[in-house]
């Protein structure tokens, strides 16, 4: 009799120790999925309040992440110098003093300053800028026809546009525009050659622009962000859910019939 006895209490501490290793590995398995339901939890209140926060307007700086995405430098640069302000296009984005002014622009080929605006042209379009930098103006036609511009010049007030075929000369409105028939002396605009310094801002800042918050957080949001490894990695996140309501239902039922 006492040795059944023994038996039955030896039965039932293997039977507690095995539930105290089960609750155990329950707790770890609740915890680790908890990491990952408070970073997708996150992510879906940033993306539920994407447009309040603008973060499709909003660039990624942060190089290491700039680096996962594997987000090349503009590979053709160009830097203007007019009075205080400085023009750059990096590939297709143009900026005006480090605030990004347009993208899928064409590439940069000249700025000047007159009396009363800062003039800029890429190879399709004149842009009219305030003395501070304020864009005021877009001109995309001359004379009812669109022109690949190679360069900008001027005489004193006097605008010109070197073009494959010609030279323009504009009116004082810059609103027609005329063959130039005769030879003249014009002072063509030219790059200023940027400092391995300016280089590494400039591509820097080209990297952020094309990458936004909103794409980052879509990523991490869906596990893309680690690419194919993100698709396992999302397995494993709900091969654990799986497993801890399994085993929570478990200990339920062991509880319930004690």
């Known amino acids: 009799m006492n040795t059944h006895h023994t038996t ?13 290793l089960f609750r155990k590995w329950h707790s770890y398995l609740g915890i680790t999925a908890t990491i990952f ?16 926060l ?13 680096s996962v995405y594997g987000v090349l430098p503009p590979t053709n640069i160009q830097l203007f110098m007019v009075n205080d302000i400085t023009l750059v296009s990096a590939d297709d984005q ?39 930098g304020e864009l005021i103006d877009t001109i995309s036609e001359f004379n009812g026809r669109h022109v690949d511009i190679e360069a900008l010049g ?18 004082p409105t810059l609103t027609h525009w005329h063959p130039l028939m005769e030879n003249k002396v014009i002072t063509w605009s030219k790059p200023v050659k940027p400092t391995a310094e300016t280089m ?15 794409r980052v957080i879509q990523d991490i949001h869906s596990v893309r962000i680690l690419q194919k490894s993100g698709k396992y990695l999302a397995d494993v996140v709900a091969a654990l859910l799986i497993l801890l309501s399994l085993s929570g239902i478990y200990m339920w039922l062991k509880r319930k019939k004690k």
């Open 94 to 132: 143009l900026y005006i003093d480090n605030s990004l002014l347009k993208k899928d622009s064409a590439v940069l080929r000249g700025a000047i300053s007159t009396a009363e605006s800062i003039i800029a042209v890429t190879s399709d379009e004149v842009l009219l800028f305030t003395e501070s």
């Open 8 to 20: 039955r209490q030896r039965s039932g501490k293997n039977k507690n120790g095995r539930f105290k």
């Open 54 to 66: 603008e973060l499709a307007k909003k660039p990624v700086g942060v190089p290491w992440i700039i």
């Open 200 to 214: 590494q801002q400039i591509s820097h800042q080209y990297q952020s622009h094309i990458l936004n918050w909103e």
């Open 37 to 52: 339901i408070i970073i997708l939890a996150v992510t879906g209140i940033l993306l539920n309040h994407a447009d309040d």
């Open 154 to 171: 001027q005489i004193g007030n006097d605008i010109f546009l070197k073009t494959r075929t010609d030279i323009l000369q504009a009116d």
